[in-house]
């Protein structure tokens, strides 16, 4: 046998073995109403991640589609943050499945009856892998009743055939057995052990909120069963807030957990329906609240406290979004939040006050231990960032470490240094997909060397990498349009918005004009450069530029919209529009004339 050869399966042999002594001694059990671990017994209060094996919210300004899928810092990025917050347990949302008004090249999971896209599917492999590496384990939900990702509406649209045909379609629910099968019986690349075979899979779900019936339901799960005697299963029916959970999944002996979905505003309607589902479920399972969410941390905390108090085995909150490799998290407005909760970000920020994102977080921290009977995790200082690289010195930023609530930042002249520091506790969830740091104290004429440090209350991290020579070539004003500070003018009709930011790719403030409100920015020099990105309903110019020297005499410029569109979408996308404008002569203002009803969400003005 060749030296090569030894090497490679050594290779593999440590590999597994490494896998194996991360990975988990027991799969999970039911004794009664309870999840076992072996002989203890499992509780949790967690977090639902959407996200984890399948991004829908990337809305970089000139990306067209949203969907991505994450890389290896994104996934365990994730991981770190439920550790960090004493979470056992986290709930995926579903298998995608091919939209039918995306681009083919949109990625996806399932892009026709038994095809399946062998990269995603890695993506998945990489989630169970980590999920041993961290010891958490995942409500694996394979379907979706709806059309977000993908789901039933997608597979009965391969066949012609319509969502009401799905639950009872011999041909759709033969395809939907064909997916089960692939992924039920997929040996993981990266760890060669097949998902059936794997601990860190707490359960299946049937799916997500499904409409389904109770024969479909039967049937499913018999041939989940049949595919794997290791894993329990969760009926995803639809039991949602006043629907009650369905006697017939009770009684069924393929069926080990009963689930509902919560969001009631009262707290007394949650408990109400929740003591309901615990009558009909009356100990012959376990029983989970599989989402609950959109109501105030006083609120949700005393419903924890009647669930802990409870036969229900654990709760899970909608929903948690982490870091994004290019800078920033991913954001994500809910729906049915009333214009207030958007997604949650680790540990906390003052973006998030609204909804009390830190104060939930120190809540659920507190009562994911209680449930578990285990000792809050240690919270240290962060690991060190990863500085991006820097084409501009407005446009710094960098890949945020897990627990971070801040970040410093230094520069200096030399790579050598010595380095002084220009930026203080730096949020990396204040502004939605865009850079993070301006430096305003550069010298033009001169490069400079970045570095930064993350920081909480714990201690701060090590420095990062060292990004540089950055050429100061010009000076920058960036308005991401937070308040007025930075306008010279506006008309008096100008207003600050900052509701349904979801039509707006989650951009949290902008700026709203009518037809004839203007707005003018002054630089203290000449202007050479300027971008504006803009929102409309429809297609076309919808403002127009002029400069000026002295803000008497303005020149128009003639400037057109580069336009990021895939169409409205499931939420009404307003259509982005970049206007990109270089300044020939002499000017230090710029106007921006509204020609129809807009709202800009940045702008960047680059001057000498």
């Known amino acids: ?77 994730v991981f770190e943050t439920i550790n960090q917050l004493g979470g056992r347990v986290i709930r995926m949302y579903t298998i995608p499945v091919q939209l039918e008004n995306e681009s083919p090249d949109t990625p996806t999971y399932v892009k026709g009856p038994g095809e399946f896209v062998e990269e995603s599917f890695q993506t998945m492999d990489l989630v169970l892998k980590l999920a041993n590496e961290y010891n958490i384990r995942i409500i694996f939900s394979t379907l979706n009743n709806f059309r977000w990702m993908g789901g039933a ?32 019986n997929r040996v993981n690349t990266l760890t060669g052990v097949a998902y059936k ?53 009770i009684k069924d002996p393929n069926i080990d957990i009963i689930s509902s979905h919560h969001y009631e505003l009262d707290a007394k309607d949650f408990n109400r329906h929740v003591k309901r ?52 998290f991913y954001w994500h407005s809910e729906p049915l939040g009333y214009g207030r909760y958007k997604s949650y970000h680790w540990p906390g920020f003052d973006s998030g006050s609204e909804y009390d994102e830190k104060n939930l977080f120190a809540m659920m921290r507190s009562k994911a231990s209680e449930i578990s009977g285990l000792e809050p995790p240690k919270l240290m200082q962060p690991s060190a960032p990863v500085l991006l690289p820097i084409e501009h010195s407005s446009a710094i930023t960098w890949k945020g470490s897990t627990g971070a609530s801040g ?12 380095f002084e520091q220009i930026g203080f506790n730096i949020s990396d969830a204040e502004n939605q997909y865009v850079p993070l740091f301006v430096d305003n104290t550069i010298q033009l004429g001169k490069s400079y060397f ?43 009709k100008v207003t600050l918005e900052s509701d349904n930011d979801r039509i707006f790719k989650e951009d949290m403030y902008r700026f709203k004009g009518n037809s004839g409100d203007e707005i003018i920015y002054y630089v203290p020099g000449k202007l050479k450069k300027v971008k504006i990105f803009s929102f409309a309903k429809d297609s076309g110019q919808s403002i127009k ?48 004339k509204f020609a129809k009803e807009t709202q800009i969400s940045r702008v960047e003005l680059f001057y000498q």
């Not at 055939?161 to 099968?181: A, C, G, H, R």
């Not at 018999?222 to 029916?237: E, Q």
């Not at 410093?408 to 240094?417: H, P, V």
């Open 1 to 77: 046998m060749g030296k090569n050869r030894i090497l490679l399966i050594t290779t593999l042999i440590l590999t597994h073995w490494t896998w194996a002594q991360n990975g988990f001694e027991n799969f999970i059990t039911v004794t009664g109403n309870k999840l076992m671990d072996g002989d203890k017994e499992f509780r949790f209060v967690s977090f639902n991640v959407p996200t984890l094996n399948y991004n829908e919210d990337e809305f970089a300004f000139s990306e067209i589609q949203p969907y991505s899928l994450p890389d290896e810092y994104e996934i365990r990025d």
């Open 153 to 184: 509406p997608q597979y009965a649209g391969f066949r012609g055939k319509t969502v009401k045909d799905f639950y009872t379609d011999k041909q759709l629910i033969k395809d939907y057995k064909k997916t089960l099968e692939h992924v039920i």
């Open 197 to 249: 075979d794997d601990k860190a899979i707490l359960c299946w779900e049937t799916g997500n909120e499904l409409e389904s019936t109770p024969k479909w339901t039967a049937q499913i799960s018999k041939y989940i069963k049949k595919l794997d005697k290791n894993h329990l299963i969760m009926d995803g029916f639809f039991a949602f807030d006043d629907v009650p959970v369905r006697k017939s999944s």
């Open 277 to 328: 589902n615990i009558e009909i479920v009356d100990g012959q399972k376990p029983y989970i609240i599989g989402e609950y969410g959109f109501v105030s941390t006083s609120a949700m905390e005393k419903c924890i406290n009647d669930v802990i108090e409870s036969d229900v085995v654990g709760l899970l909150v909608w929903g948690l979004r982490g870091h994004r490799s290019e800078g920033g």
């Open 407 to 418: 970040y410093d930042i230094y520069r200096a002249e030399s790579e050598e240094g010595p």
């Open 450 to 492: 970045y570095k930064i440090k993350a920081i909480n209350k714990y201690g701060n991290s090590n420095f990062s990498n060292t990004v540089g020579p950055v050429f100061a070539e010009t000076f920058a004003l960036i308005d991401n349009m937070d308040n007025f500070g930075k306008v010279f003018y506006s008309s008096e």
């Open 545 to 592: 530029m002029s400069v000026s020297q002295n803000n008497i005499k303005y020149n128009n410029q003639d400037v057109q919209p580069t336009e990021f569109t895939n169409g409205k979408g499931d939420y009404g996308y307003w259509i982005p529009s970049l206007y990109d404008l270089k300044i020939e002569g002499e000017a230090s203002y710029l106007k921006i």
